[in-house]
């Protein structure tokens, strides 16, 4: 059973809009959840995270948003850039003491035409 | 600072061969961690290591084995390869970060660049 869902295999949208890419999860013991970016033939790349005591942290262009009620998070890329295009996943950690292990999501291809 | 290095990049293997996939990471990360990523699948935790000289069992460890002689190194056994094992693998390191306002612990993985492993 996925305890980690990104129900969206894929996204389109244009240079310059918002992309919102969204997460969900059905473990209430996840506390801590980020955001990996993924090149074709390259190693997945931290991106943003957030703690379950915020509902939003911010970076430049990246915010996640966390709903912890609803257990859901969504990452909002603005202004969205041909080079973000690649594919985002969604991680969680926090199942008892065994913090240190994520579980992912199936992933969301992003695709920011120009 | 190399971060984490794999090797190789790719491999063809024909079944019940045998193989090692190489991990090194040189930032004295305490934690490490394989997994397989199957098309259009999230990454699938194999095995991973808290440290030198332990290792456990991750959701997908059948057929596979692992070591961690010391804090760099983390190589994962492939023996008796079968199609099913084809898959890209990543290894990953991490460490233990404390959040100085919340004093929440958090790891952020680092990953490496993959082996593509194709066994037919």
């Known amino acids: 059973d996925q305890q980690v869902k990104q129900n969206s295999p894929s996204l389109s949208v244009q240079e310059g809009r918002i992309s919102i890419l969204n997460c969900d999860y059905t473990?209430?013991?996840?506390?801590?959840f980020l955001w990996y970016k993924k090149y074709p033939a390259e190693g997945p790349t931290f991106l943003i995270s957030?703690?379950?005591?915020?509902d939003k942290n911010e970076d430049g262009r990246f915010t996640v948003f966390l709903n912890k009620s609803a257990k859901h998070l969504s990452l909002h890329i603005v202004p969205s850039q041909p080079g973000d295009s690649a594919v985002y996943f969604c991680?969680?950690?926090?199942?008892?003491?065994?913090?240190?292990?994520?579980?992912f999501g199936k992933g969301t291809l992003l695709t920011v035409n120009p | 600072n190399a971060g984490v290095t794999q090797t190789p990049k790719f491999r063809i293997l024909k079944i019940g061969q045998s193989m090692t996939l190489q991990c090194t990471q040189d930032?004295?990360?305490?934690?490490m961690y394989w997994y397989r990523q199957d098309p259009g699948m999230g990454l699938k935790l194999i095995y991973y290591?808290?440290?030198?000289?332990?290792?456990d069992k991750g959701e997908v460890p059948n057929g596979y084995n692992v070591s961690r002689s010391t804090t760099e190194d983390f190589p994962l056994r492939l023996e008796l390869a079968a199609p099913s094992q084809t898959s890209v693998y990543f290894c990953?390191?991490?460490?233990?970060?404390?959040?100085?306002?919340?004093?929440?612990?958090?790891?952020?993985?680092?990953f490496g660049p993959g082996t593509r492993l194709t066994v037919t």
């Open positions: 290591s808290v440290g030198a000289g332990i290792t």
């Open positions: 991680a969680a950690s926090g199942q008892g003491g065994s913090n240190y292990k994520l579980t």
């Open positions: 990953a390191s991490s460490y233990r970060l404390v959040d100085g306002t919340s004093g929440k612990i958090s790891y952020e993985q680092y």
């Open positions: 930032m004295n990360h305490n934690y």
């Open positions: 473990n209430s013991m996840f506390d801590y």
């Open positions: 957030i703690s379950s005591i915020k």
